[in-house]
């Protein structure tokens, strides 16, 4: 098996930050310490770079068909861009067909990622269609693999809703599987009541969106969620979580016991509700939408003291063609934008270079944690001996503009455009192969593996 020694290098490891060497053998990471007595087949001087776990995104929409349009990432262009941006391991969401098993959700996707992948990926089956046979397939998703179904509680039209009366058998099932359900929380009734009024009062801009859809509206769906787990037990996880009432809730609801997580996702952390406001508004029509400045403080102090448990991409790229059918309307736009490159990056460059997250809890956000809640830890989410040798090699005293032109996307447009960044990746390795060497992409095709994951118990 091949040796690769990465020398000298500032070695993040849960509660140990320190200079060391690390020894990769075959896939794996063989040894963390001091390793100067060692020969290895090819060995790295990181001398001034950080050595940290490749990124875990567990948020992500390739191909995903969706308000009269695709998302422009599919299993190749997705995993170069996260590759680029030092994630190793995604994990895309699978909309159940209608009338089709919901076993198909897995065998949709690794279609799409055979021969095409270049990170490891794994699946959450979206739920559309409640039925009791879909109830009765819930064992058998979790036992193969996917025990993290999602579902929307809102988007009727996009035949995504799931009313509560079935929310609540999901979540049944799911607790009796050892599954975990994600939910997007908005609250389907006050979206269908707000935005016909503002469409009929002529208030259509960019800006309106944000306007209405409200924070009570996320806030409304999260506190029927918790009432769930409150009345059902069973394991929440509330996906892209935008507000400061929203952190209260979760962080109450775990102090009270219930097995509940949140998230939040880099655009949330970095944009405020003005970015709408400019005449390129519709770049940044999310949903949730974005919040205004106190809100987003508070998302960040969840980060911190762990209310909020990780920093997902939702990356979510439509073609610029496809953004402007919210031109005039901005009911019409695909809600979303590609952030899967951006997001480790930018959360180090945020987060740790701008003071607001310490080195340790960076990783923990973007890599360890993501990996410990989705079933896939240790093997992913850290650098002990043991792990998949998933490695970013990080200069963190470099300083860049983020943007188009460095951009490995393939969208034709980029939300990030113009972000200064301190901190850049130097080299990717997943499962022990270099797969970036600086502005090099090595992975062959389809070399990523379908991530077989287990929730702990
Ligand atoms: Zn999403």
């Known amino acids: 098996m091949k040796t690769t020694l990465i020398r000298n290098g500032t070695v993040v490891l849960p509660g140990i930050i320190s ?38 995104d567990t948020h992500v929409h390739f191909n995903d068909v969706f308000m009269n349009t ?36 897995i065998d949709d996707k690794r279609e799409e990622a055979q021969g095409r992948a270049l990170v490891d990926w794994g699946v959450h089956p979206v739920i559309t269609q409640p039925t009791e046979s879909t109830l009765a397939e819930i064992a058998q998703v979790v036992a193969a693999g996917a025990p993290t179904i999602k579902c929307y509680m809102t988007y009727r039209q996009e035949g995504l809703l799931i009313e509560e009366p079935d929310l609540r058998r999901i979540l049944a099932a799911l607790r009796d599987a050892g599954g975990m359900l994600l939910v997007h929380a908005e609250d389907n009734d006050m979206i269908e009541t707000l935005v016909p009024h503002f469409l009929e009062t002529g208030r259509t801009s960019a ?80 949903s949730p939408p974005l919040r205004d400045q106190a809100t987003q403080d508070r998302l960040w102090a969840g980060l911190r003291d762990g209310r909020l448990t990780q920093v997902t991409s939702d990356d979510a790229a439509y073609s610029w063609e496809a953004t402007l059918y919210g031109r005039d309307r901005f009911d019409l736009c695909p809600n979303g934008m590609g952030g899967i490159e951006p997001r480790f990056p930018i959360m180090y460059s945020e987060g740790v270079a701008k003071g607001r997250l310490s080195l340790e809890r960076f990783v923990e956000l973007v890599s360890t944690n993501p990996a410990r809640n989705f079933g896939l830890y240790p093997q992913k989410g850290t650098l002990l001996p ?30 990030y455009e113009g972000i200064e960044i301190t901190g850049q990746i130097r080299q990717v390795y997943s499962r022990g192969q270099l797969i970036i060497d600086g502005d090099e992409c090595r992975a062959e095709k389809g070399r990523g593996r379908y991530l077989h994951r287990r929730l702990p118990s």
């Open 70 to 105: 695709i998302s422009v990432h599919d299993y190749y262009t997705g995993t170069v861009a996260a590759a680029f941006g030092g994630t190793t391991s995604v994990i895309d969401f699978s909309n159940q067909r209608p009338g089709v098993s919901l076993m198909s959700t």
């Open 19 to 56: 200079q060391q060497d690390l020894l990769i053998r075959g896939e794996k990471i063989a040894a963390v310490g001091d390793l100067s007595g060692l020969a290895a087949d090819e060995t790295v001087d990181a001398t001034d770079l950080l050595v940290l776990p490749g990124g875990v």
């Open 207 to 286: 800006i309106h969106h944000a306007e209405s859809k409200p924070p009570e509206v996320e806030n409304k769906a999260i506190a029927r969620c918790l009432r769930m787990v409150r009345d059902i037990g069973g394991r929440l996880f509330i996906v892209h979580m935008t507000t400061a009432e929203g952190v209260e809730m979760v962080g109450a609801a775990r102090c009270a016991g219930l097995d509940v997580l949140a998230e939040t996702c880099t655009h949330y952390l970095l944009f405020t509700e003005e970015m709408l406001r400019r005449e390129d508004g519709i770049k940044w029509i999310c």
């Open 386 to 415: 043991g792990a998949d040798a998933d490695i970013v090699l990080f200069d963190p005293s470099v300083k860049w503009t983020m943007g188009q032109a460095n951009s490995h996307s393939n969208n034709d447009w980029h939300a």
